[in-house]
């Protein structure tokens, strides 16, 4: 499939989930724009991507800073092309009491994660609302914005907003051919799949953990313009554990 005129725009894409998007994109046609913080990751990426045959680039980005998204957005349509979709994948975590936790770490979380949705999500609508196919915006927010465990309040607080404005950001862009939706991943496993436990597959209703390919799967579908009917959803891909029962023996 030819798609190398219709960008992607993917953030955190230097490693784990990102790194997946944005390969699996690029093997569909199109252009990926990988936006990450992540000089050497990052890099890595567009030339494995390159080295396929495919179209990437890579542009260092901080997504809590407003002058960097606006670059790597209009890179991203450099070239005539058409901006297909945005996939706000970037994120961090901090695992800390709450009482010992600092203002400046509470705030660089909930900017990575928080304020760079709403700044990619603002620049992308500008572009894609002069489209007449619209585009599509999917934000990665998380289980733990539904429940939690101790020591998350940032990453929780972080993920709830992204849940909250996914649905506020549907309701405004509507009329301009819009969709938004979120993803809330589970348990994803990036690392080595082989070093998992028989009770960590076992404990999902899927009876296995999953692999960043379940959540391209996700995106391919919030992302196709044939299903446009769908916008101001969250999507769980969980493997079934939100709707577990619980009880301690």
């Known amino acids: 499939m030819n798609n190398n005129k219709k960008a992607v725009i993917i953030t955190g894409a230097a490693g784990g989930i990102g790194q997946v998007l944005a390969l699996e994109y690029a093997k569909?046609?199109?252009?990926?724009?990988?936006?990450?913080v992540n000089q050497e990751g990052g890099q890595a990426l567009e030339e494995k991507i390159y080295s396929l045959g495919l179209s990437c680039r890579f542009i260092k980005t901080d997504a809590a800073d407003e002058e960097q998204v606006k670059r790597a957005v209009n890179q991203a349509i450099s070239e005539n092309r058409s901006l297909y979709a945005l996939i706000n994948n970037v994120g961090k975590g901090i695992w800390k009491s709450p009482l010992e936790l600092e203002l400046s770490e509470w705030n660089d979380v909930l900017s990575t994660n928080l304020t760079s949705v709403f700044l990619f999500s603002k620049e992308a609508a500008k572009i894609m609302r002069k489209q007449e196919e619209g585009g599509a915006i999917v934000n990665m927010a998380s289980t733990r914005g539904?429940?939690?465990e101790p020591d998350s309040e940032s990453y929780a607080a972080s993920k709830g907003g992204i849940l909250a404005i996914t649905h506020a950001l549907a309701a405004s862009l509507s009329s301009d051919g819009?969709?938004?939706?979120?993803?809330?991943?589970?348990?994803?496993?990036?690392?080595?799949?082989?070093?998992l436990r028989d009770i960590d597959h076992s404990?999902?209703?899927s009876q296995r953990v999953g692999l960043p390919m379940d959540i391209y799967k996700a995106c391919k579908y919030l992302t196709d313009p044939?299903?446009?009917?769908?916008?101001?959803?969250?999507?769980?891909v969980d493997g079934?554990?939100?709707k577990k029962m619980i009880y301690e023996e």
């Open 203 to 205: 404990q999902h209703f």
């Open 226 to 236: 044939e299903n446009r009917f769908v916008t101001g959803t969250d999507l769980i």
């Open 178 to 195: 819009i969709v938004v939706n979120s993803i809330s991943p589970g348990w994803i496993e990036t690392g080595d799949y082989s070093k």
């Open 240 to 242: 079934g554990m939100t």
């Open 28 to 36: 569909e046609g199109f252009f990926v724009l990988s936006a990450d």
């Open 146 to 148: 539904l429940m939690s």
